[in-house]
Every structure is written in C-alpha cells, then in structure tokens.
Nanobody, 114 residues
Framework: VQLQACGGGLVQPGGSLRLSCAAS????????MGWFRQAPGKQRELVAD???????NYADSVKGRFTISRDDAKNMVYLQMNSLKPEDTAVYYC?????????WGKGTQVTVSS
C-alpha cells in the first residue's frame, strides 16, 4: 500500500487549502483513512479521520473549519481546510489503517502566514 498526498502550500490567514491523498495497492473495503500533522518541535497529532462506514473524528482545534471526505471508488481521502490560522502550519500526513496495519504517506507542507 502506498499513499501519496498533495495540495499543501503557502496561504494567508483566513484562506483555504484542499489536501488530497491517493491510496494505491491492496486496499480492502473496510479501512480508516485520515490526516495527521506535525509542527516543528511538536508531536504528530490527529487532525481528522473517517472510516469506510462514515464514522468521523476531528481534533477540537479544527472542528468547524476542516472537513474530511472520502471517495472510496478512487481510494482517495481529502481534507478541506478553511479559515486557516498560523497555528495550522505543519507538515500534514495521510494515514490508512486496515487489518490493524498502519500506512503513512510522505507529508505535504502547509504554511499559514501573511
């Protein structure tokens, strides 16, 4: 299984970005896909995840601003990020969990700065 994330970049505070992650390989019908982030000097933290059957979790810090979605036909997961803040600056990682095995993609940098 391989994960490829894209969509990061530099955006001003209050702006929006949409991250995409494509999963390839042996993808099972039941899985959990999500996004984590890691800021300099901080631990990696959950941003949002979504199961195959719709269960969704968000970090409190992004609730109401970020939306996770999936396209299972394409094995894609997206993260729509609105009202971005400087504290959202981090490397964002895509993650897939299936049959108790975790897979990580390479990160994509998101920088929120004026």
């Amino acid at each position: 299984v391989q994960l490829q994330a894209c969509g990061g970049g530099l955006v001003q505070p209050g702006g929006s970005l949409r991250l995409s992650c494509a999963a390839s390989g042996n993808i099972f019908s039941w899985n959990l896909m999500g996004w984590f982030r890691q800021a300099p000097g901080k631990q990696r933290e959950l941003v949002a995840d979504k199961g195959s059957f719709g269960s969704t979790n968000y970090a409190d810090s992004v609730k109401g601003r970020f939306t996770i979605s999936r396209d299972d036909a394409k094995n894609m997961v997206y993260l729509q990020m609105n009202s971005l803040k400087p504290e959202d600056t981090a490397v964002y990682y895509c993650k897939l969990v299936q049959r108790s095995v975790q897979y990580w993609g390479k990160g994509t940098q998101v920088t929120v700065s004026s």
